[in-house]
């Protein structure tokens, strides 16, 4: 008997299938062992010593894997073919070594890309040693990661109020979102104006022509600058005839893309699924690890953290005989058509994410998917195929008229597919949204005249570069050779997690925790935030992948100057953080005003001056004359999206009704709308109103101000109780009330608008029972191995968690409940299991005299089981964790350590 070791138990079902009763295929569940989330985890003073924990879920199922072994013939590690899969099977043979379990039984490390009968018994005959090489590849990121997050985290909860955490590629990513917002705000839109003509050939059929030429110079962007100019060049036009000067038809071809790699793949399935990374790479994993096809368990695709975009000679012949089978001959080229990798620093050269059977079409697998992964399936079958597809042959004619004098010039053009290709199946998604195809222009020929029908003059802005998007950010990453295909999803996870970036429209925005902590670094520590430095150390990495170069040198190299760096900061106070930091953002916080004056000049107070401030709360922006001077506005880039142009309040209107000064004011935790100002003497606060996040402060009118003024309002009486339903903004959005029961409103105008029989009905369909009702079902994760009953994952009054059987365990905060994968649901079953018969039974209770002398009895019991871990290990020895009493005794220290790694 052999044992075969995975990561998943889905996957080591479907593995133990194709290799049948004489192995024992387990899994890991990931990686079984990991740094501490504490200081001491790497010694840079021991060269470099990383200290390993084994959890204790982790120590039972090596344990199972151990015992499989006794009498064992051969063990066969066959965990992802990537950089992460070869050090899970190294850290797995590192402890089956320690306890001893391995004895003479030889030890083969096997890789499969698709997980399909063929691909995995094949490579069962061709076994391979571990890659020492990418191990250490994996051990210098990790420590890298490590360093920087633990050791520069301590540094911002220190000097920077409110920050949470700091890391080696998640900081570049958010300071690549934070510039772009620089270039938005700084940006100022300039007007111009185009003019078209619409025009009719001989035969009738009419076309559009621009202008684009005047007074024998061709006109840029900008030269058509206000209405003036651009009604001037409207009337010439339509004082003239015009005739057909040039006419020039060339044919050209655009080119299918190639098969997805992990980055590409990502940024499609944004673009055209709406999916973010860490969805699309939970949805190709269940993919990859196996789709029971009505009693066969088959991976559809093939792995999906790749740079590669070639595919198997096997794979390409297949995908051939597919497209001549549904679209014919003239549809598969002569000969296959070969991709070459563009990324920086491509590595890890497995195949292209593609389908294992290009006859698996969408419409066949779609009655065993889900919905979101038959798309993710649709999307990944339609690319490889198209990648093998003949280009498409597109036609550009180019048409100029002109004037009989030739003082104006007009210019049509029209792009028309002649020869579909790949067209036929896929196009690729674009982040603009834009068409390259014109219409097709009608057959001229010079001199010919044209008819003028129609002239129109058109006013333009130029626009703001966009936001990044997933899509676009991982592009960016990826051009930059920042981050490997593995990380993105995590990495902008953790952006999210940490609120340094907020969300509109699937769009990326610096929170201003975002804008500090990247001031804070470009400025005390930017060298670390630098794209060229943090690409320079992937290519590293790279290199020791390759052997080129040894790991412990990166780590002294790197080690050396950054903890000199943090060492300078030691004797920083908060006042020059804050000094620097009102510097950096001065632009952002202080742009200059339109007339001249100055931008600091305190609105409230006559000779104050406007300035950053640090709370326990966050930034804000407040007056030197404190206390004297109260005056605050939210940290933010324009004063007069806040206030008035001297960067206060911003008087709105006039209510009709009071007579009253509506005003939009600003304040330490955001803007709102208040009705009238403070009466001295008087405890009655004028009415004053929050703005929702779904109303723009910078284009609120008067008339939207008083209608969140009025709320909250009386929509009716309940027909049956006769008592009244109430609409209004609460603390968590829009809502009804009746008779104390709350139900939420989508959206602000809801609570505006809605009537007495829609309120009555939306308070009808809430959930009843302890003011909740049944949980919600957010989404079924799979179905559980034991009974094949589902997995699912419900938000309760608590939080989300997953339920099965009767058990349910809580998520942990800070995980994305969408994103959560079937392994790691059934992890966190078997944890709460494994607790349950821990509990007390109830006349434990009772006896009290004696429940001190057991709870200082439990760390006892468990101590030997942890040292005898860390022995196995071979690492930390046990009289180093022999005081765990003392150390759970300290709060809260725990949780903040824990989050400097993101």
């Given at each position: 008997?052999?044992?075969?070791?995975?990561?998943?138990?889905?996957?080591?079902?479907?593995?133990?299938?194709?290799?049948?009763?004489?192995?024992?295929?387990?899994?890991?569940?990931?990686?079984?062992?990991?740094?501490?989330?504490?200081?001491?985890?790497?010694?840079?003073?021991?060269?470099?010593?990383?200290?390993?924990?084994?959890?204790?879920?982790?120590?039972?199922?090596?344990?199972?894997?151990?015992?499989?072994?006794?009498?064992?013939?051969?063990?066969?590690?066959?965990?992802?073919?990537?950089?992460?899969?070869?050090?899970?099977?190294?850290?797995?043979?590192?402890?089956?070594?320690?306890?001893?379990?391995?004895?003479?039984?030889?030890?083969?490390?096997?890789?499969?890309?698709?997980?399909?009968?063929?691909?995995?018994?094949?490579?069962?005959?061709?076994?391979?040693?571990?890659?020492?090489?990418?191990?250490?590849?994996?051990?210098?990121?990790?420590?890298?990661?490590?360093?920087?997050?633990?050791?520069?985290?301590?540094?911002?909860?220190?000097?920077?109020?409110?920050?949470?955490?700091?890391?080696?590629?998640?900081?570049?990513?958010?300071?690549?979102?934070?510039?772009?917002?620089?270039?938005?705000?700084?940006?100022?839109?300039?007007?111009?104006?185009?003019?078209?003509?619409?025009?009719?050939?001989?035969?009738?059929?009419?076309?559009?022509?621009?202008?684009?030429?005047?007074?024998?110079?061709?006109?840029?962007?900008?030269?058509?600058?206000?209405?003036?100019?651009?009604?001037?060049?409207?009337?010439?036009?339509?004082?003239?005839?015009?005739?057909?000067?040039?006419?020039?038809?060339?044919?050209?071809?655009?080119?299918?893309?190639?098969?997805?790699?992990?980055?590409?793949?990502?940024?499609?399935?944004?673009?055209?699924?709406?999916?973010?990374?860490?969805?699309?790479?939970?949805?190709?994993?269940?993919?990859?690890?196996?789709?029971?096809?009505?009693?066969?368990?088959?991976?559809?695709?093939?792995?999906?953290?790749?740079?590669?975009?070639?595919?198997?000679?096997?794979?390409?012949?297949?995908?051939?005989?597919?497209?001549?089978?549904?679209?014919?001959?003239?549809?598969?080229?002569?000969?296959?058509?070969?991709?070459?990798?563009?990324?920086?620093?491509?590595?890890?050269?497995?195949?292209?994410?593609?389908?294992?059977?290009?006859?698996?079409?969408?419409?066949?697998?779609?009655?065993?998917?889900?919905?979101?992964?038959?798309?993710?399936?649709?999307?990944?079958?339609?690319?490889?195929?198209?990648?093998?597809?003949?280009?498409?042959?597109?036609?550009?004619?180019?048409?100029?008229?002109?004037?009989?004098?030739?003082?104006?010039?007009?210019?049509?053009?029209?792009?028309?597919?002649?020869?579909?290709?790949?067209?036929?199946?896929?196009?690729?998604?674009?982040?603009?949204?834009?068409?390259?195809?014109?219409?097709?222009?009608?057959?001229?020929?010079?001199?010919?005249?044209?008819?003028?029908?129609?002239?129109?003059?058109?006013?333009?802005?130029?626009?703001?570069?966009?936001?990044?998007?997933?899509?676009?950010?991982?592009?960016?990453?990826?051009?930059?050779?920042?981050?490997?295909?593995?990380?993105?999803?995590?990495?902008?996870?953790?952006?999210?997690?940490?609120?340094?970036?907020?969300?509109?429209?699937?769009?990326?925005?610096?929170?201003?925790?975002?804008?500090?902590?990247?001031?804070?670094?470009?400025?005390?520590?930017?060298?670390?935030?630098?794209?060229?430095?943090?690409?320079?150390?992937?290519?590293?990495?790279?290199?020791?992948?390759?052997?080129?170069?040894?790991?412990?040198?990166?780590?002294?190299?790197?080690?050396?100057?950054?903890?000199?760096?943090?060492?300078?900061?030691?004797?920083?106070?908060?006042?020059?953080?804050?000094?620097?930091?009102?510097?950096?953002?001065?632009?952002?916080?202080?742009?200059?005003?339109?007339?001249?004056?100055?931008?600091?000049?305190?609105?409230?107070?006559?000779?104050?001056?406007l300035g950053l401030k640090l709370s326990r709360f966050g930034a804000f922006?407040?007056?030197?004359?404190?206390?004297?001077?109260?005056?605050?506005?939210?940290?933010?880039?324009?004063?007069?999206?806040?206030?008035?142009?001297?960067?206060?309040?911003?008087?709105?209107?006039?209510?009709?009704?009071?007579?009253?000064?509506?005003?939009?004011?600003?304040?330490?935790?955001?803007?709102?709308?208040?009705?009238?100002?403070?009466?001295?003497?008087?405890?009655?606060?004028?009415?004053?109103?929050?703005?929702?996040?779904?109303?723009?402060?910078?284009?609120?009118?008067?008339?939207?101000?008083?209608?969140?003024?009025?709320?909250?309002?009386?929509?009716?009486?309940?027909?049956?109780?006769?008592?009244?339903?109430?609409?209004?903004?609460?603390?968590?959005?829009?809502?009804?009330?009746?008779?104390?029961?709350?139900?939420?409103?989508?959206?602000?105008e809801d609570a505006l608008t809605i009537g007495l029989n829609r309120a009555?009905?939306?308070?009808?369909?809430?959930?009843?029972?302890?003011?909740?009702?049944?949980?919600?079902?957010?989404?079924?994760?799979?179905a559980h191995p034991a009974d094949g009953a589902m997995v699912q994952v419900?938000?309760?009054?608590?939080?989300?968690?997953?339920?099965?059987?009767?058990?349910?365990?809580?998520?942990?905060?800070?995980?994305?409940?969408?994103?959560?994968?079937?392994?790691?649901?059934?992890?966190?079953?078997?944890?709460?299991?494994?607790?349950?018969?821990?509990?007390?039974?109830?006349?434990?209770?009772?006896?009290?005299?004696?429940?001190?002398?057991?709870?200082?009895?439990?760390?006892?019991?468990?101590?030997?089981?942890?040292?005898?871990?860390?022995?196995?290990?071979?690492?930390?020895?046990?009289?180093?964790?022999?005081?765990?009493?003392?150390?759970?005794?300290?709060?809260?220290?725990?949780?903040?350590?824990?989050?400097?790694?993101?």
């Amino acid at each position: 008997m052999d044992v075969v070791v995975v990561e998943s138990p889905a996957k080591a079902k479907t593995i133990n299938k194709y290799l049948g009763q004489d192995y024992v295929v387990l899994a890991s569940y990931g990686h079984v062992r990991d740094l501490p989330a504490k200081d001491g985890s790497v010694l840079p003073d021991d060269d470099f010593a990383m200290l390993w924990q084994v959890e204790s879920d982790s120590a039972k199922r090596m344990n199972d894997i151990a015992r499989a072994l006794k009498g064992a013939g051969h063990l066969y590690l066959a965990t992802d073919p990537d950089r992460e899969g070869e050090a899970i099977s190294w850290h797995v043979l590192e402890i089956l070594q320690a306890k001893g379990a391995l004895k003479k039984i030889p030890v083969s490390r096997v890789v499969f890309n698709e997980i399909t009968r063929n691909a995995v018994t094949t490579a069962m005959r061709n076994p391979r040693q571990l890659d020492q090489e990418l191990v250490q590849a994996y051990l210098a990121r990790r420590a890298l990661d490590y360093l920087v997050g633990f050791t520069l985290s301590p540094v911002l909860w220190r000097k920077l109020p409110g920050a949470r955490s700091a890391g080696r590629v998640q900081s570049v990513a958010l300071r690549l979102i934070c510039e772009r917002e620089i270039e938005i705000e700084a940006f100022r839109a300039r007007e111009y104006w185009t003019v078209d003509a619409l025009v009719a050939a001989q035969g009738g059929q009419s076309f559009t022509a621009r202008l684009v030429e005047r007074d024998g110079r061709k006109l840029d962007r900008f030269d058509l600058a206000n209405a003036e100019q651009a009604h001037d060049a409207k009337a010439r036009i339509e004082a003239t005839s015009f005739s057909v000067t040039r006419v020039e038809t060339r044919p050209g071809k655009r080119h299918p893309a190639p098969p997805f790699t992990t980055s590409t793949l990502q940024q499609e399935a944004a673009r055209k699924l709406g999916f973010d990374a860490k969805r699309t790479m939970q949805l190709a994993q269940r993919l990859y690890e196996g789709i029971d096809l009505g009693g066969e368990t088959v991976g559809l695709i093939t792995y999906m953290r790749t740079d590669g975009v070639q595919m198997a000679g096997e794979a390409i012949a297949g995908c051939r005989r597919a497209i001549e089978a549904q679209f014919g001959a003239k549809y598969v080229p002569d000969v296959p058509r070969a991709y070459k990798a563009k990324a920086k620093n491509a590595q890890e050269a497995h195949e292209a994410v593609r389908p294992t059977d290009f006859f698996r079409t969408p419409e066949q697998m779609a009655r065993y998917l889900d919905g979101d992964q038959r798309r993710l399936y649709d999307l990944i079958w339609k690319r490889a195929m198209a990648s093998q597809m003949p280009p498409a042959d597109v036609e550009r004619t180019t048409v100029d008229l002109g004037d009989p004098a030739r003082s104006l010039g007009l210019r049509a053009t029209g792009t028309v597919v002649t020869f579909d290709g790949f067209l036929a199946l896929y196009q690729e998604g674009r982040d603009d949204e834009t068409d390259e195809d014109g219409a097709r222009l009608p057959a001229l020929k010079a001199d010919e005249p044209v008819e003028r029908r129609k002239v129109t003059a058109d006013q333009h802005f130029t626009e703001p570069p966009p936001r990044y998007s997933e899509a676009s950010l991982v592009k960016k990453l990826e051009e930059l050779g920042i981050g490997r295909p593995s990380t993105y999803a995590s990495i902008l996870s953790t952006l999210r997690e940490r609120a340094y970036v907020e969300m509109e429209r699937n769009r990326f925005i610096p929170s201003d925790k975002g804008r500090l902590v990247t001031a804070f670094l470009e400025n005390f520590f930017s060298r670390y935030v630098q794209y060229d430095f943090t690409a320079g150390l992937e290519e590293k990495l790279d290199e020791i992948s390759a052997g080129k170069i040894d790991w412990k040198a990166v780590l002294r190299d790197f080690w050396q100057d950054f903890s000199a760096a943090v060492g300078d900061t030691k004797d920083l106070r908060i006042g020059q953080v804050i000094e620097a930091l009102d510097e950096a953002l001065s632009p952002h916080l202080f742009p200059a005003r339109a007339d001249g004056t100055d931008a600091r000049r305190c609105p409230s107070c006559a000779d104050g001056r406007l300035g950053l401030k640090l709370s326990r709360f966050g930034a804000f922006i407040g007056c030197s004359n404190y206390p004297e001077c109260r005056f605050t506005r939210q940290f933010g880039g324009n004063a007069e999206a806040q206030g008035d142009e001297a960067g206060g309040d911003r008087v709105l209107g006039t209510d009709p009704a009071t007579g009253q000064a509506v005003t939009l004011k600003a304040g330490r935790f955001g803007q709102y709308i208040q009705l009238g100002e403070p009466v001295e003497g008087s405890k009655e606060k004028p009415k004053r109103s929050s703005i929702p996040k779904d109303v723009d402060a910078a284009t609120l009118t008067l008339e939207r101000a008083l209608e969140l003024l009025s709320l909250p309002r009386t929509v009716g009486i309940h027909p049956e109780s006769q008592k009244p339903i109430v609409a209004g903004l609460g603390r968590f959005g829009p809502y009804v009330l009746h008779d104390g029961t709350y139900a939420s409103l989508q959206t602000t105008e809801d609570a505006l608008t809605i009537g007495l029989n829609r309120a009555v009905t939306v308070i009808a369909e809430k959930p009843k029972g302890r003011g909740r009702g049944q949980p919600k079902v957010l989404h079924e994760v799979g179905a559980h191995p034991a009974d094949g009953a589902m997995v699912q994952v419900l938000e309760g009054r608590f939080g989300p968690y997953v339920a099965h059987g009767g058990i349910n365990a809580t998520i942990a905060r800070g995980t994305d409940p969408a994103s959560l994968t079937l392994d790691q649901a059934l992890a966190l079953l078997q944890a709460k299991a494994a607790k349950a018969p821990a509990k007390a039974p109830a006349r434990a209770k009772a006896r009290k005299p004696a429940q001190a002398a057991a709870d200082d009895a439990k760390p006892a019991k468990t101590a030997p089981k942890k040292a005898a871990a860390a022995k196995a290990d071979g690492k930390a020895p046990a009289p180093k964790k022999a005081p765990a009493k003392k150390a759970a005794a300290k709060p809260a220290a725990k949780p903040q350590r824990r989050s400097a790694a993101g």
